[in-house]
């Protein structure tokens, strides 16, 4: 299997900081890495895929990079609708893995 | 565009089996570059893929669930289910369908979901 981390588990920020995350997979998943905003009592929403770009309708505060084993998740300018808890997610294997999450709440 | 929705028991016994149903709306489920996929999520914790179907009929489990996991289509009701056996309570969570587009050069993600469905395993 393909192991996923995150980190930080969770961070706090205010309103206006530029908020980066990142995901380590345990080997090389070339740019098959997506990343997930998911609230409380709601689904997932996708937010990048292929580890760079940006899917529809998702504002551009929010930017993916990275390839081979190591990702980033930045939100340049943190809105107060982006508190929530982020997931990646890797597709180079059959066995579709997700990392644990990052919780990013209100400082 | 394309929405999911999740339904079945929202309670089952232990031992028995889950069923659950994704309806899909405003599309086609046998249309495009796309396959199917159910992912579950316990109380606070995070996703666990379970598994996926394409509309071939053609499947891949998670291997941690695979003996107990069975997912089916039906393109004429525009339908694909999950079926769990043997479930525990360590099968109780919130249980998500969700459509996978996959591609050569970017690997395959999730999008859209289904709202959710809670399924909590209990006598």
């Known amino acids: 299997d393909i192991q996923m981390t995150q980190s930080p588990s969770s961070l706090s920020a205010s309103v206006g900081d530029r908020v980066t995350i990142t995901c380590r997979a345990s080997q090389s998943i070339s740019s098959y890495l997506n990343w997930y905003q998911q609230k409380p009592g709601k689904a997932p929403k996708l937010l990048i895929y292929?580890?760079?770009s940006l899917q529809s309708g998702v504002p551009s505060r929010f930017s993916g990079s990275g390839s081979g084993t190591d990702f980033t998740l930045t939100i340049s300018s943190l809105q107060p609708e982006d508190f929530a808890t982020y997931y990646c997610q890797q597709s180079y294997s059959t066995l579709i893995t997700f990392g644990p999450g990052t919780k990013v709440d209100i400082k | 565009q394309v929405q999911l929705q999740e339904s079945g028991p929202g309670l089952v016994k232990p031992s028995q089996t889950l069923s659950l149903t994704c309806t899909v709306s405003g599309g086609s489920i046998s249309s495009g570059s796309y396959y199917w996929s159910w992912i579950r999520q316990p109380a606070g914790k995070g996703l666990e893929w379970i598994g996926r179907?394409?509309?071939?009929?053609?499947?891949n489990y998670n291997p941690s669930l695979k003996s107990r996991v069975t997912i089916s289509v039906d393109t004429s009701k525009n339908q694909f289910s999950l079926k769990l056996s043997s479930v525990t309570a360590a099968d109780t969570a919130v249980y998500y369908c969700a459509r996978a587009t996959s591609t050569i050069f970017g690997g395959d993600w999730f999008d859209p979901w289904g709202q959710g469905t809670l399924v909590t395993v209990s006598s």
């Open positions: 292929a580890a760079s």
């Open positions: 179907i394409y509309t071939s009929g053609s499947t």
